[in-house]
DNA sequence: ATGTATGCAAAACATTTGCACCTGG
DNA sequence: CCAGGTGCAAATGTTTTGCATACAT
């Protein structure tokens, strides 16, 4: 029961902020953008302003439930926090988002930030390219 | 003489133009958000539109002058492209930025995107954290 | 009750664009 | 001279904020 999350980070339990989860775990894609979890809202036929999804989702951010993505070209998207540090791939052409983990990156990333003088505190990692179901459409 | 690089590239050679140029060339760092750009030129005394700096640097970006980096937190940052390709170090703290290479990884970029069935387009790779500097400091 | 959350509208940002004027070749 | 460049102000798109109202505990 994703009630005791919330109130675990110290948030109240509010309708708006149920759907916005149930909405990040039952979405088609894992990743979702402020304005995808409002429309999904109102498609529900639950009122909410846009507003409201921003807060909630930075409170969730805060409170470790899910991360931001930072992808080039104006507007953040979200996915649900599941403890596995993970990077992405996207596709410059239909916007699929794939996720990767690959130790041999993550090991040279802390040797080069070490070398550099850095204590690495995260880093932020996107592969851009033309997926398979792109390559073969044109 | 960098007025050859703009006729190259298709572009007139017009006072603002070559000013900007010559801030890329001659600031302390090599990376400039349009605004540090743009109060460059007040200083220097030069009169420039905020919207004609971010016109030239979108130009040059077009014709390789510079490149754009997508750093989190709103703002781009340019730097003079010098051919080398190369990633960034940021610090969290005093937002010095730092260039480095690592063959390893941009290998490991190559295989990852292949694994996925990506044709690898283009990568942007950050790595966050608290530099020498400022590790003293506190 | 009472401190939080919410919705709305307005503000804030970084960036882009429309348009009349100016300028380089 | 004339296409292209510039400045200004207004538009854009995303995210944030102020404030009065509504709700969870």
Known sequence: MESQDLRKAGLKVTLPRLKVLEIL?????RHLSAEDVYKAMLEMGEEIGLATVYRVLTQFE???L???LSIEGGHAVFELEDGSHH??????RCHRIEEFVDEVIEQRQQVIAAEKGFEMTDH?????GVCKHCQKEK
Chains 1, 2 share one sequence.
């Open 124 to 128: 932020s990692l996107y592969i851009y």
């Open 87 to 92: 990077d992405h791939l996207l596709c410059v």
């Open 62 to 64: 805060g409170a470790g």
């Open 66 to 68: 899910v991360s931001r």
């Open 25 to 29: 775990e039952t979405a088609d894609h």
